[in-house]
Structure formats: C-alpha cells, structure tokens
C-alpha cells in the first residue's frame, strides 16, 4: 500500500469579506479534495479553516505518490505495419519509437476495427509534492470569487492580496510556489495578541489549530469560533436581563469579522426607542454588526452586544468606544423616521413618477395605479374589503422613496406599514403595505391578513406578467427581478392561503393592466407565465416530498386553479396508499392503451353508460353508474379524496371485466358499447386525476 501522510495547506491573506468567508471555505475544501482525488492521490477525510486572514483545509491522509497507471496505445493496423515479406514499415517503426520501446515490445491486439499493433507498459505515478501547488491552484481558481484582485507588480489574482502560504505533506514542506508565494510552514497569528507579528512554526499539519489557539490567539475553526461568538452574546444579554437578537446571517457574518472573539455589552439613549425597532435593529445590525436585546417582555432595551476581536485590558474602553460609534447611526435613523413622516405616503405618489419601473412598462406610480386595480378586483372577487385592497395597492410602494428604505432596502413594505399607520390609513391598510412583500424567501411565513395577500398576490401577477411581456423569460443565469421568487410566492399565497383563484383569468386580468407600446406583448406573456409557473408548482411538490408521478397525474386533470390542484394531489396521495391503487392504476394504462390503438368512438358520460351480454361486462357497467352517482357530486364539491374513495370501489369489477371480457369482437356495435365503457371509467377517474401515470 502506498505510504500515505496528512497534508495542510493555509493561504493567508489580508481581509477576506466577511459575508462570503463560510462560502470560500466550503468551496476550498469541496474543490481541493476533488482535485487531489482526480490526480490519484486518494485523499482522506479533510476539514477546512477560515479566519478573517486564512483559509485552509487539512485533509487526515495523503498518497505521497501516484499510483502505477497500466496504459495501453494502440498503432496502425497489421497489414499497414508489415510487409509482404514481414518486414516492418515505418509506420511499425514510427509507433515503436513513439512509445519509446523497441519493435520487440510490441504487441498484437484484436479491437473492433481488426488486429492493430499495440504497446502496454505501466506510466509510473508522479509524486505527490511535484502536483501539489498545481492542484491547489486549480482549486483556487475555482472558488466563487465575482471579483478577483491584482497587488504588486505581478498577474497573480485573488479576493485578497496573498501574503503567506502554509503547504506541509507530513512534516516536509511541498516545494514551490502558490499564487506567486514560496510554500512553507510558517503561520501568523492575532495582529494584536500573543506575539504579534512573529511568524508560528508549524511542525506538521496537526499543530495547525493548536499552535494558532495558544500562541497565536487565533480560533481557526470557523464552527467553534461561531459558538463562542453565539455563547458570548447570550451570557451578556442574559447578564442584562434580556436575550440577544441573532439570526443565522449575522452570526456568519461576525464570525467572519474576528479570530479571537469577546462579547462586550453597550447601551444607547432610551429615546431611540421610539424608533420602529425595525429600523433600530437594522441599523445595529446591518451597520455596526451589533445585536440589539429584548428584554423579558419582548420588547427591544436600550442595549447592544458587540463582538470584539480583541481581549482588552480596559474593557470599559472598548465598550465607550462601541456607544460613541453606534449613536450616531441611530441619530441617523432617528432622522430618518422624523424626516420621512413630515410627507404622507400618499403625497410621495407622485415622487414615484419620477422612478423608472421598466423602460417598456412605465413608472413605480403607473405600477402603483395597476396594482390598486388588481387588488380590487381580486378583493371584490375573494369577498376581501375592496377599499382597503385599492388604497394599499396604491400606496405600497410609496416607501421606495423614503430616505429610511433609501438607506435600508431591507425595510421597504415594512416602514410602508409604519407610516400608513401615522397617515391614519386604517389598521388593514397599514397591514397590508407591511406585508405584501411576503414571503420573500423559502420557509418565510404569508402575509396574514385577508387583504395583505391579496395585495401580494396582486404585486407578484403584475410583476409576472409584465417582465414576461417586456423582456420574456429569465434565463437559466439570469434573473433580475427575481421571476421564480415571485412566482413561488404567488403559488404560495394561492395554495396555503386557501384562494380558489383560476391562474389563467389572474394572467388575463394582469394582462389587461399592462400598458399597450412596441416590445410589449401581454397576450403572448399570459401563456409563457402558466407555463413558468407549472414547473415552480412542479417544483414546489417535489420538495414537499411529493413524487413526480403524482404530479403529472394531477397536471393531466387540468386543476382549475393551484389550491385546486393542491387538493387532488393530497388526494391522490392518500388513494395511492389504498391497496387496490396499483391494481387500478396497472387497469388505466391498459385501458388507455386499448382505447388508443382502438377507431374513436364517441364519448358516453359514466351515468349513461350500457353494457353487452357479458355479466362481467354488466357489472363493470352498474358498478360505474353506483359509484359515479356518489362520486360526482364530491368532485364537484372539491372532496376530491372522498370522490376517489368511491370510484376505487370499481377495483373488483374492473380486474373482473378484463378477465372475462374481449374488448376486440367483430361485432360493431359490441365493440363500440365496450369501449365507450372503458373509455367511461377512464373518464370517471380522470375528472380527478389521471391514473395513468402512477405506477402500476
């Protein structure tokens, strides 16, 4: 077996962003290892580091040298390689020195185009240290960096300027360069703490994140550096009487920010309270990383919690320093909420004239004019408050030109709601504008009032179709407005709201909406959109764990809306845990199969259907008028699970029928009366779903 050792490999750098630091570790340690198995190295189990100034992956164990490649080249054909008298030509003679081998060396091998003359020796494998920086480049190269940097005078790029690389096979250091810096086995650690700027001497790749932590004060797994960050945060909120505000991003984003964390805790003037904590806590979050505290009745207190990357001797120091950065972001947003609320939302109409929705599709004040007439219509048509619908629909994206969503996008439709409020536009309203960006990602929760979705279900159609009829569909790379977002969150606010809205009359009302002008084309856009939001709702089932099969046996029923099809598919589900659904779905594709090669005949609806002589076919017959007469009204009513209930009772006729029963008689009328029966229970299944397509 091929000795093995643990590689390391650090590239050290200056500040690496801090939001993409988990994202560039991941992808080092995924494309590194791949690599490394490609070249036949046989790497083990790896585990990736990154601080603010490093990334790094060690992997357990590594060939130290390629393994022996049997190889095989084939040359020209025999006839071609002798003579009539068997003498070599120069082809033989060519293909031997190609090879680096004598005529002797050669052999014959029989392949699919005759005897041809071949040589099979063994490519000795290439040691490890020789492929290394090659390989760690290619790595690099590879990782999801939009922008790449040059420093200094050479043409080497990278996020950040390379200042030092670590490259250990074992305790030797891999010879050469990486990214234009010599390999070798000297780490750098905290800039302030241990003995900073003093280079660490790594003995072998295990010393790695011991040696960083005790001389260097540098915690190099990002995990554990995130715990300590997240434990460190919630003792001091819990010190103060409060739990800390921390979400998942922010804590990526923090630990990605120090090597060496310590939680301080601040405090700020109560009178920012008055601020929509909202707007407070984006301004903690988003511009000094901090993470504001609630106290215990949920309310926001005057108090944050800043992650330090130092352990400071005077700890009241670097807290005064904290408080005197964090006031005047907050006078700032205190300026803003002042500022904004001495103009109505309804006065900043006309403001949205001025902004550009789409160059083929008007201003933010024409897109506003279409929304309030959507969600009218939709309000009037779902039994929802009209008025309220319009007045939000016309004023939801008056935010967009406040100067707090100026400076926080992240707040539009949620300081809308806030300054409705102050309007005095009503309570539904202010909702409703909060609101009708939700969800705005997966797993975020709906809107939850009445009109509220029906304004977010207005802004996602008018969004829809719109950019389908100015620009067409986004491509693969693509997708500036956020179209398979929307169209998510449109089959969402349908489904899971319990809107019975036909998705083909919502395109067409959308449509209708849309300004007339060249390169507009509503009417083509209404088609291009049901099909783009078929394959989200496809998608949408897959990952609610439902099989494809059972999709397409409720897309081939045509639901007249998506809670429509909602309530098929869970129907369908549960009829495919029956015991006799695979006996009757094996049933349609036999009679779907029969009736396709078989002459048309007319159709005849389930109730009026008749039979021949044959009691099989006679039972068939009066099973699907008893069972039809129960079921239609259910699948009328929508109890599409119930429906399927009854008509699974036809199982022991059917499997009879087609025991005792020739389809294909010569008699006409015979013929014709037996496939008007299949052809009736094949339609009596498939006004719910088509059971084709299961499997069976």
Not at 578 to 605: M, S
Request: charged share 25%.
């Amino acid at each position: 077996m091929a000795e093995r050792r643990p590689l390391l490999i650090e590239i050290g750098t200056e500040e690496l962003p801090p939001r993409a630091l988990r994202r560039l570790m991941d992808a080092l340690h995924r494309e590194l290892v791949e690599e490394l198995a490609q070249a036949r190295l046989e790497p083990g189990e790896a585990r990736a580091f990154a601080t603010p100034r490093r990334l790094a992956v060690r992997v357990d164990a590594l060939a130290v040298r390629q393994a022996d490649e049997p190889i095989e080249r084939l040359g020209p054909k025999v006839e071609a390689a002798y003579d009539a008298a068997g003498a070599p030509t120069k082809a033989a003679e060519g293909f031997a020195r190609s090879c680096g081998v004598g005529l002797e060396a050669l052999e014959v091998a029989e392949t699919d185009k005759g005897q041809r003359l071949a040589w099979r020796g063994v490519q000795p494998g290439e040691a490890a240290t020789g492929l290394l920086p090659g390989l760690v480049e290619a790595a690099l190269e590879r990782l999801p960096i939009p922008k790449r940097m040059r420093w200094g005078s050479g043409e080497v790029v990278f996020v950040r300027p390379v200042h030092w690389v670590v490259a250990l096979l074992g305790d030797a250091v891999v010879p050469g360069e990486i990214l234009g810096i010599p390999c070798g086995r000297t780490t750098y650690g905290h800039r302030f703490h241990g003995d900073a700027g003093a280079g660490i001497e790594l003995g072998g790749p295990y010393d790695y994140e011991g040696r960083l932590h005790d001389a260097g004060c540098v915690v190099a797994d990002f995990d554990e550096r995130r715990r300590r960050v997240e434990a460190g945060i919630h003792r001091e909120a819990a010190a103060a009487g409060g739990t800390a505000v921390a979400d998942d991003a922010l804590l990526d984003e923090v630990t990605g920010l120090v090597e060496w964390p310590v939680a301080i805790s601040g405090s700020f003037d109560r009178r920012f309270l008055e601020i929509p904590e909202e707007a407070l806590i984006a301004s903690m979050q988003g511009h000094q990383r901090c993470f504001p505290v609630r106290g215990e009745a949920g309310a926001l207190e005057p108090r944050f919690i800043a992650v330090a990357n130092i352990e400071s001797r005077r700890p009241e120091e670097v807290r005064r320093g904290n408080e005197r950065v964090i006031r005047p972001r907050l006078a700032d947003a205190e300026f803003f909420w002042q500022q904004d609320r001495r103009r109505s939302l309804a006065a900043r109409l006309e403001a949205l004239e001025e902004v550009v929705f789409h160059r083929r599709l008007g201003s933010l004040r024409a897109r506003s004019e279409r929304l309030s007439a959507l969600a009218g219509e939709l309000a009037r048509r779902l039994g929802v408050d009209e008025t309220a619908a319009r007045r939000a629909g016309l004023l939801a994206k008056c935010d967009l030109v406040t100067e707090m969503v100026d400076e926080f996008p992240e707040l539009q439709g949620i300081m809308g709601g806030h300054y409705a409020a102050q309007d005095g536009e009503g309570e539904a309203v202010a909702a409703a504008i909060r609101e009708h960006y939700r969800p705005a990602f997966a797993g975020d929760e709906l809107p939850g009032t009445a009109v509220g979705q029906v304004v977010a279900i207005a802004d996602r159609i008018d969004m829809l179709v719109g950019i389908f009829a100015a620009d067409g569909p986004p491509s693969a790379e693509k997708d500036p407005f956020g179209l398979r977002r929307a169209a998510i969150g449109l089959l969402r606010c349908l489904i899971e709201a319990g809107h019975a809205i036909d998705l083909r009359a919502l395109a067409q009302l959308a449509a209708a909406q849309l300004p007339e002008g060249e390169g507009v084309d509503p009417q083509g856009a209404q088609e291009q959109v049901l099909g783009f939001c078929h394959e989200r709702l496809r998608g949408y089932y897959l990952d609610s764990g439902y099989a494809p099969e059972l999709f397409e046996a409720v897309a081939a029923a045509s639901p007249s809306s998506p809670l429509d099809a909602q309530r098929r598919m869970q129907a369908c589900a549960a009829f495919w845990q029956r015991p006799e659904a695979q006996t009757l779905a094996g049933a349609h594709k036999r009679i779907r199969n029969i009736l396709r090669r078989a002459e048309a005949v007319a159709p005849v609806a389930p109730e009026a259907v008749e039979s021949g002589p044959e009691p099989a076919e006679q039972a068939l017959a009066e099973a699907l008028r008893r069972q039809w007469g129960q079921a239609q009204p259910l699948i009328e009513a929508g109890d599409y699970a119930a429906a399927l209930g009854h008509l699974a009772e036809l199982h022991t006729a059917v499997d009879r029928f087609f025991d005792e029963v020739r389809v294909m008689v010569d008699d006409p009328a015979l013929h014709r009366r037996r496939l008007q029966l299949l052809g009736a229970v094949r339609d009596a299944f498939s006004s719910v779903v088509d059971l084709a397509y299961l499997p069976g």
